[in-house]
């Protein structure tokens, strides 16, 4: 399964950004999707994630009530829609999916069995 993520840029503090992950992948409707986040130096961080028929959705206490994760597996595409952005949310943000459906791992990093190449957002002050 190859990702294809999108959408990242330059955003002022406050502002708006809507990221795309999109698949060619037929079989995408039966995967779940997650967003995860990485600066250099750190760890691959946790950012939301949305079960592979869109009925549930899970989010970081960092974005939630500011990101909202959907997906359209008519279009095979996953989104992140990025709210009030600041600037701690800079970083690259990277797709992946996973057959894997215990929802209690979605936040693992390990867990997912595909990733797209990130896609870079930067939130100035």
């Known amino acids: 399964v190859q990702l294809q993520a999108s959408g990242g840029g330059l955003v002022q503090a406050g502002g708006s950004l809507r990221l795309s992950c999109a698949t060619s992948?037929?079989?995408?409707?039966?995967?779940?999707v997650g967003w995860f986040r990485q600066v250099p130096g750190k760890d691959r961080e946790f950012v939301a994630a949305?079960?592979?028929?869109?009925?549930?959705?899970f989010y970081a206490d960092s974005v939630k009530g500011r990101f909202t994760i959907s997906r359209d597996n008519t279009k095979k595409t996953v989104y992140l829609q990025m709210n009030s952005l600041k600037p701690e949310d800079t970083a690259v943000y990277l797709c992946?999916?996973?057959?894997?459906?215990?929802?209690?791992?979605?936040?693992?990093?390990?867990?997912?069995?595909?990733w797209g190449q990130g896609t870079l957002v930067t939130v100035s002050s």
């Open positions: 992948e037929r079989t995408f409707s039966s995967y779940g």
């Open positions: 949305i079960t592979f028929d869109g009925k549930s959705t």
């Open positions: 992946a999916a996973r057959q894997n459906r215990y929802e209690g791992s979605f936040h693992i990093p390990g867990t997912y069995d595909f």
